[in-house]
């Protein structure tokens, strides 16, 4: 659900402003007896400003790796998992800064929306930037670190060229009996 920046049409930020509200709505009805956080006591641009950071954060650990890809163009290019991240993060800045109201941000909360991306070095945007986890649907800036997750040693079977022959591919007949001559 990721979006333009309202301030940078060019920037595409990630996560969704609703999801954001919806976890800290759901973390205040909990401690604050059913009270919901509204528009004035966390405005919009407050969600923005979280969801353009955790973005730009983002994109740092994920650079160096995928530096033909990011930043993203367009919103339908980014995955869905940066999404998650980062509704995450941002959830953790708001909550933050919302500590006069809420009460300060537990070590629980820190833990599930901000460290277990972070923290070395277990933090999965740490382990990307490390090139320890890949992201299939983009392709890493170094051909050897270019296969993707979901694809390692996987030939087509079927005649990937033809929109209408679904038979076997010659190629792959060829290359079996050529393997078991």
Do not use: W
Request: net charge negative.
């Amino acid at each position: 659900m990721s979006f333009a920046n309202p301030n940078d049409s060019v920037e595409i930020l990630y996560g969704a402003s609703g999801d954001v509200r919806d976890e800290i709505n759901a973390h205040a009805a909990n401690t604050t007896s059913g009270h919901y956080v509204d528009e004035i006591e966390m405005p919009g641009s407050l969600v923005i400003r979280s969801l353009r950071k955790a973005t730009r954060e983002i994109n740092g650990y994920l650079e160096p790796v995928y530096a033909s890809q990011i930043p993203f163009s367009s919103a339908a290019d980014v995955p869905k998992l940066f999404d998650e991240i980062s509704t995450d993060i941002a959830t953790f800045y708001c909550l933050r800064s919302l500590t006069a109201n809420l009460g300060p941000v537990s070590e629980e909360k820190k833990r599930d929306y901000y460290d277990k991306y972070f923290k070395s070095p277990d933090g999965l945007l740490v382990k990307i930037s490390k090139r320890e986890v890949q992201i299939p649907e983009l392709t890493a800036s170094y051909a050897n670190d270019a296969k993707a997750v979901r694809s390692d040693d996987i030939a087509p079977v079927f005649d990937m060229d033809s929109d209408f022959n679904h038979n076997v591919g010659s190629e792959l007949l060829d290359d079996i009996s050529d393997e078991r001559g």
